[in-house]
Nanobody
């Protein structure tokens, strides 16, 4: 069984920083791409950033230059460094990972975490 868990959210002032973590665990054969989405109250879920298995990153225009996504393949973990936070960054942040499990190594499934709340005060 595979599990993905986010951590690192919290309440910060505008201009501050947070580092979110996304850790995958369980019967993992391999992990390909990983990504982060966010959803604010009353708004649609939006893509924040993705990182390929080779380490290539892509960012939404709204976060480009402020967010940095990295991965530690040995730990099956991604890190989303968030700097210069703005009130509009307030949302629940969800991590996902495209994973081959040891039980189904020929199939890639997207696993989602439960989300971590980021609240930015002005």
């Amino acid at each position: 069984q595979v599990q993905v868990v986010e951590s690192g959210g919290g309440l910060v002032q505008a201009g501050g920083s947070l580092r979110l973590s996304c850790a995958a665990s369980g019967s993992i054969f391999s992990i390909n791409a990983m990504g982060w989405y966010r959803q604010a109250p009353g708004k649609q879920r939006e893509l924040v950033a993705t990182i390929t298995g080779g380490g290539t990153t892509n960012y939404a225009d709204s976060v480009k230059g402020r967010f940095t996504l990295s991965r530690d393949n040995a730990k099956n973990t991604t890190f989303l460094q968030i700097d210069s936070l703005k009130p509009e960054d307030t949302a629940v942040y969800y991590c996902n990972a495209d994973i081959r499990s040891t039980r189904l190594p020929m199939t890639i499934l997207r696993y989602w975490g439960q989300g971590t709340q980021v609240t930015v005060s002005s």
